[in-house]
């Protein structure tokens, strides 16, 4: 192992030191410890972006066929395509909230506290995307976890994120203990933790039943943090209670972590089955697919249906990342290369849809209007560009064409029919679930271009708080990306198409 | 070197954004923008001397083709693809034409003209889009595209239930559209072909298994079906049509409907050809059905514009008829059928409107003796009666009669059938001309006038393509048969 490997989580942790240094020594001002934080997440992205262009995603390493992208020999972490492209995925989401949050009011404190807990934050990301051990892979979600329920917290007079924090760390708790628990079943089922001895490379020994036991202890674990439902009750009033930028953070950022440890976690069994069908017990694999496709369409109805009941922006959009979350696990589902690509490219565009969506709520909040959706009435006369930004992201998430948001449905869901069969039906899901999913969006969009400001509301008044330039160029950069890889998804299409492929271990 | 398809393409974009941007003299924009549509458009006919034939390996050709990769992975080839043969180049002319039309007609809108002529031209893009477009993700897009406008015209611009009609299109569709789009991928999936272009689609999907074709037809077909729209999922339409603005019914009748139709012969029948002719009873069926009950149901309405609403499923029903006939005469009796009911439909559309603000109601039974108050507009009620009803020298007779002639070549006596509910058809017509147009006058307001010129000119460019094409057919067919599918054997 060499130092130079980590150099961007080392850069993130050096940046987060010293921002606690400047705390220490009294220097707390914004744009100092902000400037800190932007500064090392940039680098780190710089440096990933740059091994990848170096190495090039094709010479990362080949696999033997029908075998996950992972290390040979039993180690702790391992560097992978996709893995790369989770961390790009991570360090965009925190490089956006954390350049946002450099438009704050100024005089509000807690900076350092934000920001350095931002990079810790994404630190504990970055890791899980090269774990290729199952504790190793706990402790770094534990690192983001630990992060984020105080990031909920940090604005410590506000009750509201007060309890939030606190309904976010007992359930965190609860799906850790979960988590571990269902670790210690598979290490006594398989007699080790790294994926590589839970892979398809090994012949399925061991006691079975404590293997399905460990596997579904991990599902509820890991779904707390992807918020599947039905262990999705808690997202809600987080991302409501939090700091807007924090859920942002949530959302777009450490959610994504808990879908790359899903495929870590599952897709090893998964695999195994469609390579060899006769090396797990028949009940095994198939039920595991089963459940995690019924988990994947639960998740994206309840959240969808949910979703449309909503009278506040921000719950609203909590909701539908609930459901955006389910259309992920489609990919884990599928367990195809095509389908973990598909995947991989929601969770990628997610970061400008859903994060560029709670930056521009956290702007409209900063102007004065009100959390409820009609508060938002006649927004689009008031403020033209942000709410066309606003309109891109919301039209993307509903997956409507010429959007990155409906690429990547399209090829999740092309994915799905690919692999034919059962997983046809799940595309019928997902695609259904667009369908209802317009309706939650439209009704936005209505309230923003087609409806009057009631006479009382903030937008009908002169409006001239500002969003701060910075914030501005972070939701104007998202914006375009939405447009731009709707047109033209190309190049970063075919690079994660092909990441995923080393993945499974198909590319070589 | 960008193609003639893709510069009309771009055309229609740029009069899209122009008009929405342009306030006041949105009006202007769109009809430049549509005279410059139909002139590309008159151009590629004038320089359509035949079609391009089949290529390589029987894969047939298009004519003014383009492609360039769009997204290209190992598992998944998706091109910008477009090409026109005589099908798609009728129904292109159609689309300009019923463009044209319906930016005159509504010239005078008044509330948010930039929006509505913005979304008039929209809606021409995304039907452009769908008759030129071969390749799935892009046919796909086109074809949600225009909902959208759609959905807005009549939820914004439309009557008193505009709310729930607008929902109602929005979901019946939608859902349509998803079945489809799923059919289609699975057709590309399950055939293994190598793009989503319909060229390399073309072998693969013809020679998939009977019983795969079959199941893939049935999806499809319900998708396109909804569009046409076929009894049982055609409630959606008289809503649409009562609630939505003239110019809206217009196109909903004139264009969107033939979306279902072209869908059908081009992704459905010409790919899976087994599955077609498996499934020819179930069509036969549905057909028969759409008939029967749209000239039934059309013979009870008392509203004008639900009567004209409900005569288009009849007429949609001999489209699809013509169509399950399989024969090369069938598909060119359909394509010919499609383009009459668009302009006459569009036509009565704008009579049952203008016959609505100038009189302030629809109902048949409370009107009566226009005739002498409102001569231009009691002539086009007539002339679109007529024209609907199967009258010889205008334009529905010779596609009827073509549509008639197949389906006796394949069917035999079943024709009949059909046959009888023409009869019903020119009754309702009929019936609602002797009420409306002649006898004594009734419920004419004193304030009533005869049709504003613009009104006119709207209804004169669809008028005078029915009495053309009516007489001379055969500049249609001439090239509605340069196709692989409708060509002579």
């Not at chain 1, 709707?486 to 990441?499: C, D, K, N, Q, R």
Request: hydrophobic share 60%; glycine share 10%.
């Amino acid at each position: 192992m060499s130092l130079a490997e980590f150099l961007p989580e080392i850069l993130l942790l050096a940046g987060a030191l010293l921002i606690f240094l400047f705390d220490v020594l009294g220097r707390r001002r914004l744009e100092l410890v902000g400037g800190v934080a932007a500064l090392s997440l940039g680098g780190a992205l710089l440096l990933v972006v740059a091994d990848l262009g170096v190495s090039g995603l094709a010479a990362i390493r080949t696999v033997p066929a029908g075998s996950v992208d992972l290390p040979l020999a039993p180690s702790l972490y391992a560097f992978t395509s996709l893995g790369f492209v989770f961390q790009v995925t991570f360090l965009l989401a925190g490089l956006f909230v954390a350049v946002a949050s450099l438009s704050r009011p100024s005089d509000e404190k807690g900076a350092s506290v934000f920001f350095g807990l931002l990079l810790i934050a994404t630190l504990g990301m970055m890791l899980v995307a090269v774990a290729s051990d199952l504790i190793f892979l706990l402790l770094a979600i534990e690192v983001t976890s630990l992060s984020t329920y105080l990031l909920v917290a940090y604005p410590r007079r506000d009750e509201r994120s007060l309890e939030a924090a606190m309904k976010f760390f007992i359930i965190g708790a609860l799906s850790t203990a979960l988590s571990f628990f269902g670790a210690s079943l598979l290490f006594a089922a398989y007699g080790g933790t790294s994926f590589y001895a839970l892979g398809p490379g090994v012949a399925f020994v061991g006691f079975p039943l404590l293997a399905e036991i460990g596997y579904g202890l991990l599902i509820a674990g890991l779904g707390f943090k992807v918020t599947a439902v039905p262990f999705h009750a808690w997202a809600v009033d987080v991302y409501d209670g939090a700091p807007t930028d924090v859920a942002a953070f949530l959302s777009g950022g450490s959610k994504k972590m808990g879908i790359f440890a899903f495929f870590l976690v599952f897709l090893g069994p998964i695999l195994l089955l469609r390579s060899a069908p006769d090396a797990l017990p028949a009940t095994f694999g198939a039920s595991l697919q089963l459940t995690l496709g019924i988990l994947a369409v639960l998740t994206m109805t309840v959240g969808n249906v949910l979703a449309l009941r909503q009278k506040e922006m921000k719950r609203m959009l909590a909701y539908s990342s609930i459901s955006q979350a389910g259309y992920m696990l489609i990919g884990v589902a599928v367990g195809t290369y095509p389908a973990i690509a598909g995947a991989a490219f929601q969770v990628f565009a997610h970061v400008f849809m859903k994060t560029g969506a709670f930056l521009v709520v956290a702007a409209v909040a900063g102007l004065g209007v009100g959390p409820l959706i009609e508060d938002w009435k006649g927004l689009g006369a008031k403020r033209p560009a942000l709410s066309v930004a606003f309109a891109l992201m919301l039209l993307s998430l509903a997956g409507v064409p010429l959007t990155v948001g409906f690429v990547s449905k399209f090829v999740l869901f092309s994915a799905a029919v690919e692999a034919q069969g059962f997983y046809v039906w799940l595309a019928v899901a997902g695609l259904l679930n667009s369908a209802l999913s317009v309706f939650y969006y439209a009704r936005v969009l209505k309230a923003i271009f087609l409806d009057r400001p009631d006479p009382t509301s903030p937008v009908a008044g002169p409006l001239t708080g500002r969003i701060g330039l910075a914030r501005s160029a972070v939701i104007a950069v998202a914006a375009v990306a939405i447009v731009g890889l709707g047109i033209y998804p190309g190049p970063v299409l075919s690079g994660i198409s092909t990441a995923a492929s080393h993945f499974v271990g198909i590319g070589a | 070197m960008v193609g003639i398809l893709s510069l009309t393409l771009l055309t229609l974009l740029l009069t899209a954004v122009l008009t929405f941007l342009s306030g006041r003299y949105a009006k202007f924009v769109a009809l430049a923008g549509s005279l410059v549509f139909l002139a590309e458009v008159g151009l590629m006919i004038a320089d359509f001397t035949q079609w391009a034939g089949f290529g390589a390996g029987g894969v047939p050709q298009y004519n003014y083709s383009e492609t360039y990769p769009w997204i290209s992975l190992a598992w998944l080839h998706i091109n910008y693809t477009v090409g026109v043969d005589g099908i798609s180049l009728i129904l292109v002319l159609l689309t300009a034409f019923l463009q044209l039309a319906t930016v005159v007609y509504s010239w005078n809108e008044s509330k948010s003209p930039a929006l509505w002529f913005g979304l008039v031209a929209l809606t021409g893009l995304g039907c452009f889009g769908v008759f030129v477009a071969l390749d799935i993700l892009l046919f796909f897009l086109f074809w949600e595209a225009v909902l959208i406008p759609m959905f807005f015209m009549i939820g914004y611009w439309g009557g008193p239930r505009r709310r729930y009609a607008a929902l109602k299109f929005f979901v019946y569709t939608h859902v349509a559209s998803i079945v489809m789009l799923v059919s289609l991928l699975a057709l590309a999936f399950y055939s293994g072909a190598s793009s989503f272009d319909f060229g390399s689609l073309y072998g693969p999907a013809r020679t998939l298994m009977p019983a795969t074709q079959v199941v893939l037809f049935l999806g499809m077909f319900f998708g396109f079906g909804v569009k046409f729209p076929i009894v049982p999922f055609h409630t959606w339409l008289p809503d649409a049509h009562v609630e939505a603005p003239t110019g809206g019914s217009v196109l909903l009748a004139g264009l969107l409907l033939k979306l279902g139709g072209y869908g059908l012969i081009r992704w459905a029948v010409e790919l899976l050809p087994t599955g077609a002719h498996d499934l020819a009873p179930l069509l036969y069926l549905v057909a028969f059905t759409s008939i029967i009950w749209g000239a039934l149901v059309a013979l009870a309405q008392r509203d004008l514009k639900r009567m004209v609403a409900y005569s288009s499923i009849n007429h949609m029903g001999i489209v699809l008829l013509a169509i399950a006939v399989g024969s090369s005469l069938g598909i060119t009796a359909a394509v010919l059928l499609m383009f009459a009911h668009g302009v006459v439909s569009g036509l009565l559309f704008m009579v049952s409107g203008s016959v609505h603000h100038t009189f302030g109601t629809r109902d048949v039974s409370a009107l009566g003796g226009i005739t002498p108050r409102t001569p231009a507009l009691a002539t086009m009620v007539m002339l679109g009666a007529l024209a609907s009803l199967g009258l010889p020298a205008l334009i529905s007779f010779p596609a009827e009669f073509t549509a008639l002639l197949a389906t006796w070549d394949q069917l035999g006596y079943w024709v009949v059938v059909p046959l009888l509910l023409l009869v019903v058809t020119a009754a309702f017509y009929l019936w609602m001309m002797q009420r409306v147009l002649f006898g004594p006058p009734k419920g004419i307001p004193p304030t009533a006038h005869d049709l504003p010129r613009v009104e006119l000119a709207g209804m004169a460019i669809l008028a005078g393509l029915a009495i053309i094409f009516g007489v001379l057919p055969g500049l249609l067919v001439h090239v509605i048969v340069s196709s692989p599918i409708s060509g002579w054997p």
